[in-house]
């Protein structure tokens, strides 16, 4: 990155250009308004808001003045009563429920990945190849394709209808992507602070602890976020492998209330609304790790 | 313990050896994916050549899945719609979420906000914004008050959009931190070269970004075939079989009408599709090179 400090000749940095445009061809890129993508921006703005206003305002309206209005009106008799509703209907169970899933699959992802990645960027021999590039592999391999065999698997392990038999699968495929992700941030580790670590005389596991799971924080971060999402969105895994109360996470609860308020239109926007309101609250918390981490996932 | 004093030639073996751990450490996470996603795939492949209700024991039954896979036009269609909706995911996915990417790496205030704004549907489920959009497209409540999903084009167009609409700010995001690692200084020298925003995206941002845009194609394709709980709450594969895309067909024939050989025949196939294609795409962009960040610049 040195080219930024490279002195430029004075001719280059006088260019001699098309008349009225000097002011505007000197300054970098980014600072100038573009009023075509800012104009791109601000209707793509429109098409995120409509269907959350619509959501909301239906979710606060009145199941029988549902229908005499547009739904893009306020409510005319805003009331919480879908809320209670929903809240009333089991919404503590299934949301718990999601968030030992989530955590179990973080947790699992991170003790089973980070080792990994550091032997696929570290060890590099015939193996840790292998296991690298099955794990590009894996990437491809979408969860429909394997659910019957993991059916199969699922119950004669005796897990039918309990939260392992969610948690279990849904680690194992959140595990490609964060494998690619821990390895892309350890190979930017410098060779040198390995070497300063050896000279102390640290063993493989004190460099983990003390110098790759610090240095990688960034990637770490990336990884749970991006497993947590998995976890909180899976559906494939709960519809098939669960079908209990008792297990029942909140996507499949979410989608049991279709036929339960199938034309209760308000109650089931309130439900949608709740469902997100948990992982609102932790993107509030959290913007800016979330927000780095993904963004990080494509600056490979 | 080595001390500082100790010669070169005394620590070339420690250092070559440094920080590499043993290929064990690699070996429970190896074990775990393969057993839950590798050893399944094979299984898929051994019981697409069996009769199996679920119930009892597998029982072989040769070719015959296979040869009602390509006899089956619901397949031939479920291709063809599988095929389109991850070509019309990308598209609209890659040229809004590259324009918005690329705009919302600036630094302006207002951009900040918009981001923010911008990112509210990734916080949702797949399930609740499919649910979501159900609600909104009712032909009686909805925001369109015509019946979009009973209409072959507008359910598959619906389904286009919905994933898009959840989608976009992942991909927008990727984009973003693509876009914020292009090196500032290109852009200044095509500035004094007298190149416009336009000559610059083509010649500038497109390029530097073609790893950004792998990463961010990779995901949309295989993330076009989870679409499946969009498709069974949106559509349910219809009106009539228009919708049903593969991983629809695949739950149908297993867990609807309990045909799990049939079922695993069609996940078989559904696997070497998309091994293919992320191979393709992983082999003519170099994604699976191991670079790192640092490398190239």
Redesign the interface.
């Known amino acids: 990155?040195s080219?930024?400090t490279l002195p430029r000749p004075a001719k280059?940095?006088e260019?001699s250009?098309?008349p009225g445009r000097t002011s505007r061809?000197?300054?970098?890129?980014?600072?100038?308004a573009?009023p075509v993508?800012?104009l791109?921006?601000l209707i793509?703005?429109v098409?995120?808001?409509?269907?959350?206003y619509?959501?909301l305002s239906?979710s606060l309206t009145r199941q029988d003045q549902?229908?005499e209005g547009n739904?893009?009106k306020p409510p005319p008799d805003p009331t919480l009563d879908n809320y209670n509703t929903v809240l009333n209907s089991g919404f503590g169970h299934l949301l718990a429920n999601t968030a030992v899933v989530a955590a179990a699959v973080v947790g699992?992802v991170l003790?089973?990945?980070v080792?990994?990645a550091?032997?696929?960027v570290?060890?590099r021999?015939r193996?840790?190849g292998a296991?690298?590039?099955?794990?590009?592999?894996?990437?491809?391999?979408?969860?429909?394709?394997?659910?019957?065999?993991?059916?199969?698997?699922i119950a004669e392990l005796g897990l039918y209808d309990t939260l392992p038999a969610v948690i279990?699968?849904t680690?194992?495929?959140a595990?490609?992507v964060s494998?690619l992700i821990l390895?892309?941030t350890l190979?930017?580790i410098s060779?040198e602070l390995?070497?300063a670590?050896?000279?102390?005389?640290a063993s493989?596991?004190r460099?983990?602890f003390q110098?790759?799971i610090p240095l990688a924080k960034g990637g770490i971060s990336t990884v749970v976020i991006y497993s947590a999402?998995q976890a909180?969105?899976g559906?494939?895994f709960p519809l098939?492998f669960t079908q209990s109360d008792g297990p029942r996470v909140?996507?499949?609860g979410?989608?049991n209330?279709?036929s339960q308020f199938g034309v209760n239109?308000p109650a089931?926007?309130a439900?949608?609304v709740l469902?997100?309101i948990p992982?609102?609250a932790v993107?509030l918390v959290a913007?800016r790790a979330l927000?780095?981490g993904?963004?990080?996932?494509?600056?490979? | 313990m080595q001390g500082a004093e100790v010669s070169e030639a005394a620590t070339k073996p420690a250092r070559a050896r440094a920080g590499r751990p043993r290929a064990v450490w690699a070996l429970p996470g190896v074990l775990f994916f393969a057993f839950f996603a590798v050893v399944p795939m094979v299984l898929a492949f051994y019981l697409s050549f069996t009769e199996w209700d679920g119930l009892g024991d597998p029982r072989p039954v040769g070719l015959d899945n296979w040869k009602k896979l390509i006899d089956d036009p619901r397949i031939t269609q479920s291709l063809w719609l599988t095929f389109l909706l991850t070509v019309c995911s990308w598209l609209f996915q890659t040229v809004v979420a590259l324009l918005l990417g690329v705009w919302a790496a600036g630094k302006q205030r207002n951009r900040a906000v918009l981001s923010a704004i911008f990112f509210t549907p990734l916080l949702l489920s797949s399930t609740a914004v499919a649910l979501l959009f159900y609600a909104l497209l009712d032909p009686n409540f909805g925001i369109i008050q015509k019946d979009t999903l009973g209409s072959s084009s507008g359910a598959f167009l619906a389904i286009v959009f919905v994933g898009g609409w959840q989608f976009m700010p992942l991909h927008t995001l990727i984009y973003q931190g693509g876009a914020r690692q292009i090196p500032q200084v290109l852009y200044q020298a095509a500035a004094i070269d007298g190149a416009g925003p336009l000559r610059q995206f083509f010649s500038i941002t497109l390029p530097q970004l073609r790893h950004t845009v792998t990463t961010s194609s990779v995901l949309i394709i295989v993330g076009s075939l989870t679409y499946f709980e969009t498709v069974l709450i949106l559509t349910k594969g219809g009106p009539g079989t228009d919708t049903a895309i593969l991983p629809y067909l695949m739950y149908e024939a297993g867990f609807k009408s309990y045909d799990f050989g049939y079922a695993s025949a069609i996940a078989s196939f559904l696997v070497v599709t998309a091994t293919g294609l992320s191979l393709l795409l992983v082999r003519l962009t170099g994604f699976g090179t191991m670079r790192s960040t640092r490398e190239g610049m």
């Not at chain 1, 690298?132 to 059916?151: C, D, K, S, T």
């Open positions: 990155m080219h930024d280059l940095r260019p250009p098309p061809a000197r300054r970098p890129w980014t600072r100038r573009n993508a800012g791109g921006s793509w703005l098409v995120v808001l409509v269907p959350i619509a959501m239906a549902l229908l739904p893009l699992l003790v089973l990945s080792p990994l550091y032997v696929a570290r060890t021999n193996w840790s296991a690298f590039r099955l794990f590009l592999l894996g990437v491809a391999i979408p969860a429909q394709a394997v659910v019957v065999p993991l059916y199969l698997l279990l699968p680690a194992a495929f595990m490609p494998v390895t892309g190979r930017d060779e390995y070497e670590m050896a000279l102390d005389g493989s596991l460099m983990l110098l790759v999402l909180w969105n559906f494939l098939i909140l996507t499949l979410l989608f209330y279709v239109v089931l926007l439900s949608v469902s997100g992982i609102f993107y913007r927000v780095s993904l963004m990080g996932v494509g600056g490979k």
